[in-house]
């Protein structure tokens, strides 16, 4: 079980480290063509957004990794829980159906590795 968890908490923190770094440095205009959303909110927000999703993708792994605070892993995994209800929310008042599940495989990843970090296989 701790080698699955370890490949979920490198997937989810290869695909949120990605669009963290995406979100916070390309041009709204950019970012507009590949994530419609992205209209609907402020640039700074948008920023915050990318940023937590960095955060949460180096949270993922480094404190596990490097047994440094390794709580932060399953809190990193929570926040990220918490990101993916806000986006699949959002999605579902653009009505857009596909992000919705992409956005709900990447909440249930991320509540597995919270509920294995907190629970039976916290490091």
């Known amino acids: 079980m701790?080698?699955?968890?370890w490949i979920v908490q490198g997937i989810l923190a290869a695909m949120f480290g990605m669009a963290?770094?995406?979100?916070?440095?390309q041009?709204?205009?950019?970012?507009?063509?590949?994530?419609?959303?992205?209209?609907?909110f402020s640039t700074p927000i948008v920023r915050?957004?990318?940023?937590?999703?960095?955060?949460?993708?180096?949270g993922l792994v480094l404190p596990a990794a490097t047994g440094i605070v390794p709580i932060l892993t399953p809190l990193a995994a929570s926040g990220l829980v918490v990101v993916m209800v806000?986006?699949?929310i959002t999605h579902v008042r653009r009505k857009e159906p596909q992000a919705i599940v992409f956005n709900a495989v990447l909440l249930v990843a991320a509540a597995f590795v919270a509920w294995g970090r907190f629970g039976p296989h916290s490091l």
């Open 2 to 5: 701790n080698v699955t968890l």
């Open 48 to 58: 915050l957004i990318g940023v937590v999703e960095f955060a949460a993708a180096l």
């Open 86 to 88: 806000g986006a699949i």
């Open 20 to 25: 963290g770094v995406m979100k916070s440095t």
């Open 27 to 40: 041009p709204r205009e950019k970012l507009v063509g590949s994530l419609p959303w992205v209209e609907d």
